[in-house]
Nanobody, 115 residues
């Protein structure tokens, strides 16, 4: 059974930081492309950051220079370090793992940036 479990969301003031983590089980983790997506109320689901199997990363323009995605294949975990957070970063953040044999999602974790 495949599971992706996110953690690390919460309420933070503008300018603050959060680190999201996603622990995977039931998949050959190192062979999957990993991503963090988000969905804010009334907005489309969007890719925030992705990391390929060999570590190449890509970011949505609005988070470049503020967010960093990383993966730890030994621990089957992907992280999203979010710095200089802005109110417009408020959303539910989802972890995604895409492979040859499957496309899996976590349950989501709420990130709220507000003073």
């Amino acid at each position: 059974q495949v599971q992706l479990v996110e953690s690390g969301g919460g309420l933070v003031q503008p300018g603050g930081s959060l680190r999201l983590s996603c622990a995977a089980s039931g998949i050959s983790f190192s062979t999957y492309v990993l991503g963090w997506y988000r969905q804010a109320p009334g907005k489309q689901h969007e890719l925030v950051a992705g990391i390929r199997t060999l570590g190449r990363t890509n970011y949505e323009d609005s988070v470049k220079g503020r967010f960093t995605i990383s993966r730890d294949n030994a621990k089957n975990t992907v992280h999203l370090q979010m710095n200089s957070l802005k109110p417009e970063d408020t959303a539910v953040y989802y972890c995604n793992a895409k492979g040859v044999v499957g496309d899996y999602w976590g349950q989501g974790t709420q990130v709220t940036v507000s003073s």
